[in-house]
C-alpha cells in the first residue's frame, strides 16, 4: 500500500511581457481582485507595473439621472483602482507601494486638465457622485498614508512582502483594518 499520488505535470516559470502583466494587473483592478493582485505584488510582478499605468477613461453616475465620463493621464494603478471603487486593491497597491500616494494625475474636466493628488481624487469622487462615506474614508486613509504612515498598520513594515504577508489574505479585512485605523466607517 502506499500514499495515493496524482499524476500531473511539473510545474515551470510563465514568461510574461511587461504588457501582459499590466492587462492582468488592470483585470485584477477592475475586479477587485485582491488576493490575485496581492500575490502579484508579493511575487515582485507588478513592481512596476503599478506606476506606469498612463491613462484611462472611468464614468460616474452623476445624481443618479446620467453617468460623465472623465479622461485620466498619467495615472497609476492606484488612480485607477480608487476610479473603479475597487477599495479592497487600492488598498494593496497603497500596502506594496505606499510612496503611490503621492503620485499625481491629470483629470480632464471640461475642457480643462485638472492636475489632482489620489486624495485629491477620491474628494473629487466623493463630490461627484454623492459616496460620502466611501470616498471620505479612502481619502482619510490616503491623507494618514502621506503624512504619517507608521500610524497605519502594516505601512511601518520594510518591505512590499513583509507588509502583504502582515496584512493578510482577506481584502475586506484589510480595508477594515485602515479604516479603522484612521477613525472612519468601514468601506
Not at 66 to 92: D, K, N, P, Q, W
Request: some cysteine.
Amino acid at each position: 500500500m502506499g500514499i495515493p499520488v496524482v499524476r500531473g505535470r511539473p510545474a515551470f516559470l510563465l514568461q510574461l511581457e511587461a504588457h501582459e502583466i499590466v492587462a492582468a494587473m488592470l483585470q485584477g483592478v477592475k475586479t477587485n481582485n485582491f488576493p490575485f493582485l496581492r500575490q502579484m505584488l508579493m511575487l515582485g510582478w507588478a513592481s512596476t507595473a503599478t506606476t506606469e499605468m498612463s491613462q484611462f477613461s472611468f464614468s460616474i453616475r452623476v445624481g443618479g439621472t446620467h453617468s460623465e465620463t472623465f479622461a485620466c493621464r498619467g495615472a497609476s494603478m492606484l488612480h485607477y483602482a480608487i476610479c473603479c471603487s475597487s477599495f479592497e486593491v487600492a488598498a494593496a497597491l497603497l500596502i506594496a507601494q505606499p510612496s503611490l500616494v503621492d503620485s499625481r494625475c491629470c483629470i480632464a474636466i471640461g475642457a480643462a486638465d485638472v492636475e489632482m493628488s489620489t486624495t485629491d481624487l477620491a474628494s473629487f469622487l466623493c463630490g461627484l457622485c454623492g459616496q460620502h462615506d466611501t470616498y471620505l474614508t479612502i481619502s482619510a486613509v490616503l491623507c494618514a498614508a502621506r503624512i504619517n504612515p507608521a500610524a497605519l498598520p502594516f505601512l511601518g513594515l520594510p518591505s512590499a512582502a513583509e507588509r502583504l504577508t502582515a496584512a493578510g489574505p482577506d481584502g475586506e479585512a484589510v480595508v477594515k483594518a485602515l479604516s479603522s485605523a484612521v477613525g472612519q466607517p468601514e468601506l
